[in-house]
């Protein structure tokens, strides 16, 4: 049986789960997948909260530039995803493969 693989990846603007095989864009599609997922109420929440604080990550006045964080920021947004990726890969269950891409 081949697992879905999702990545847990956060996009400026929003999306925060992807397909990251063809078994997972076969049956997802393209795009985030977070609604189409079985996770529970609580982890779309934290998700969307995780999202808009990675966005505040980002310097939006000139992309490029460094961004606003702190190293001990980035570090403990980086704690909180891995938290909830524990969340989700239980979640999920054994037919899904989810990885985290770091920012």
Not at 31 to 55: F, M, T
Not at 72 to 78: M, Q, S
Request: aromatic share 12%; charged share 30%; with cysteine.
């Amino acid at each position: 049986m081949q697992r879905y693989r999702i990545r847990l990846m956060f996009e400026w603007g929003g999306g925060t789960l992807w397909c990251g095989n063809a078994a997972a864009s076969e049956r997802f599609d393209v795009g985030p997948v977070e609604d189409r997922l079985p996770i529970s109420e609580n982890s779309r929440k934290y998700l969307a909260e995780l999202s808009a604080l990675h966005d505040t990550a980002l310097n939006w006045e000139y992309p490029p530039d460094p961004g606003p964080w702190t190293s001990e920021e980035d570090e403990h947004f980086d704690a909180k995803a891995i938290e909830l990726l524990s969340v989700i890969r239980e979640e999920l269950g054994p037919e899904y493969e989810v990885v985290y891409k770091k920012l």
